[in-house]
């Protein structure tokens, strides 16, 4: 049991305990060394008919004694039971040790020992500070109001980081999905209050959904970064209005904002023009093309309803020329022979995209006037109806030019969240949601413990017997059990 030495110049303490039973052998003449996480380092060995045991927690901390039982159900289990010596102090937040005052029983779930699930058990006391307030002490293990130790926590947060939903790592663990989520949404929202945005000056805002058919979220991203920044319920004005208010939040006053990539959502515009000091709005290219390919894709199916040959060509209309293949581009210059309307339409798709790659923000007005009297003389209604979006939203589509920026990032994002939501067959907590999406794409710095994949071997120099790691995961012919 520790007396106050020093960890790093004292041997460490063997003690002596019967043989827990269940079968426990070790072989190799050796030993294992447990890492339990927060100063718990046990070191396991056979001797005669009992198993030594040598701790290197933190004074006054101190095992009392060590179980390997069967619950209820029938599930072996190993218990650790943790303690002080009478008498013994602990230091309050200004440093100064002080008298316990009380204790309360406490129990938190550990990384499985082998297939058996562990458990720590400690009375955690209570001191009464130098300033008279009672108050309890933490314990290095877990963190507070926690049933799990730390290192079960950061193996949690691992499987989910390597993409394993939720309800599957629950699985494994042996835990409800319900604790894991609890788990999982502590570390985000300790890591995103603590997130640094202070230089975010671009940014773009889309909206994706939790579930087919039901509630939307709208995201901001970081387009430098290329980051999620913010997420909120909803796709109004409103939504705008909170973005606004996080990053004042987060340090980002409004006219820091220099460029806002949207789609021509008449909430969005409204949301930004109110929020935010003169940003320059630049309407999303991928949202313009979409109208684009919708005004051709129409025209099309005009035809389509007198000319059964354009059955089965709705791709080889929209997609560019480039990435039309041999079979394709021979059926395309085909019909659009045969069929003049269809033809003029799609010289004017085409024509459109060179808008794109205008540098000189007069050159590429005056393209757009040339281009938008062409589709006049063409007297295409579909294209008609396309300029009038155009015309209404003139100065945000105007302004990509200078700002060559696009809402591909989220779209990026966008796809990374729906591959999510997929393997996790939709979110019906819209919290749990958002906070998912911040864990994929928020490029968070979390600071749970890190886990260690691979057991790796050790010299104890006490001993000079080789020794192994084990933070959770099997370790390779050592042991049998």
């Excluded at 193996?155 to 319900?178: D, Q, R, S, W």
Aim: positive net charge.
């Amino acid at each position: 049991c520790g007396n106050g030495e020093d960890t790093a110049s004292r041997p460490r303490r063997w003690g002596n305990y019967p043989d827990p039973g269940g079968g426990i052998k070790l072989t190799l003449g050796g030993g294992i060394k447990l890492t339990l996480g927060g100063g718990i380092i046990l070191a396991l060995r056979q001797e005669g008919g009992g198993i030594v045991v040598a701790t290197d927690l933190t004074p006054p901390w101190c095992i009392e004694r060590i179980e390997f039982s069967q619950s209820a159900s029938g599930q072996r289990q190993l218990h650790l039971y943790l303690t002080f010596p009478k008498g013994a102090k602990f230091k309050d937040e200004a440093g100064v040790e002080c008298a316990v005052y009380d204790t309360q029983p406490r129990t938190w779930q550990h990384l499985s020992f082998f297939q058996y699930p562990c458990f720590l058990h400690a009375r955690v006391p209570r001191i009464t500070t130098s300033a008279g307030k009672v108050k309890q002490v933490p314990v290095a293990w877990a963190r507070e109001g926690s049933g799990v130790t730390l290192l079960f926590e950061a193996f949690a947060m691992c499987l989910i980081e390597n993409e394993m939903p939720i309800n599957k790592a629950a699985t494994i663990l042996g835990v409800y999905p319900n604790r894991l989520w609890t788990i999982f949404n502590y570390w985000i929202e300790h890591a995103f209050e603590r997130d640094d945005q202070t230089h975010v000056t671009n940014i773009g805002i889309d909206e994706t959904s939790s579930k087919k058919g039901h509630d939307d979220v709208t995201l901001a991203a970081d387009l430098d970064a290329r980051r999620v920044l913010f997420a909120t319920p909803g796709k109004d004005e409103a939504t705008i209005d909170r973005l606004q208010n996080h990053l004042r939040s987060k340090g980002v006053p409004p006219e820091q904002i220099a460029h806002v990539s949207i789609d021509m959502s008449p909430a969005f515009i409204a949301g930004v023009t109110h929020n935010f000091a003169n940003p320059q709005i630049v309407f999303d290219r991928f949202h313009i093309v979409k109208l684009l390919n919708e005004a051709m894709d129409e025209v099309r199916k005009a035809e389509r309803r007198e000319h059964q040959e354009l059955k089965g060509h709705k791709y080889t209309f929209l997609k560019k020329a480039d990435n039309l293949s041999v079979k394709q581009l021979a059926a395309l210059a085909e019909l659009i022979t045969l069929y003049p309307t269809l033809g003029k339409a799609y010289r004017l798709k085409e024509l459109f995209h060179d808008f794109w790659d205008f540098d000189d923000k007069e050159q590429g007005l005056a393209f757009l006037f040339y281009w938008c009297a062409e589709v006049e003389t063409s007297g295409i209604a579909a294209f008609k109806k396309f300029v009038k979006t155009l015309k209404s939203h003139w100065s945000g589509i105007i302004n990509y030019i200078e700002a060559k920026f696009a809402n591909g990032v989220l779209e990026g994002i966008n796809s990374k969240i729906q591959l999510a939501k997929r393997r996790a067959r939709g979110y019906r907590n819209i919290e749990n949601f958002i906070n998912m999406i911040y864990f994929i794409a928020g490029k968070l710095k979390f600071n749970y413990p890190a886990f260690q994949h691979r057991a790796k071997k050790v010299r104890w120099a006490h001993s000079g017997v080789p020794s192994f790691r084990l933070d959770g995961t099997a370790i390779r012919g050592v042991f049998r059990v």
